[in-house]
């Protein structure tokens, strides 16, 4: 039996921490959790989360340590009002997906993409049972 308890950390492969940085706070609004350098010389390197406010998980911003191109990540985000969301990064100027889902049991979401090709996918939170 494991003894993993929760889902803390994603991490996206990035060119540029700094551009990253500026997308995930200034145009998605999520706050800067951790930046901070490690080691020395040639093998310095730089740690970065980021997370929407309230947030347990964080998501990471890597360089890509192994030489491997940026990019190709996935990870889903949940939002009270995916349209409203949807709306609001697009008057940002931020390229918004398509709405799909909401039928079913396949919950309401789109998604949107980094400089670097990682996607957000925002998906509509479960509804909130009172007393659950």
């Not at 350098?37 to 093998?43: C, K, N, V």
């Not at 939002?79 to 709405?99: I, M, P, W, Y």
């Not at 919950?107 to 049972?129: C, H, K, Q, R, Y």
């Amino acid at each position: 039996m494991t003894s993993v308890t929760s889902l803390a950390t994603a991490m996206f492969t990035v060119a540029d921490q700094d551009a990253a940085v500026g997308f995930y706070t200034d145009t998605l609004g999520w706050e800067l959790r951790s930046d901070v350098g490690f080691g020395e010389g040639d093998t310095a390197g730089r740690w970065v989360e980021v997370a929407p406010p309230g947030s347990v998980a964080v998501l990471a911003l890597n360089v890509a340590w192994d030489g491997s191109a940026p990019g190709g990540g996935a990870v889903g985000v949940e939002a009270t009002d995916v349209r409203g969301e949807r709306d609001r990064l697009e008057q940002a100027g931020v390229a918004v997906g398509e709405l799909m889902g909401g039928e079913g049991p396949v919950p309401l979401m789109f998604s949107v993409s980094d400089a670097d090709g990682n996607t957000i996918w925002v998906v509509e939170a479960p509804p909130v049972t009172p007393g659950a």
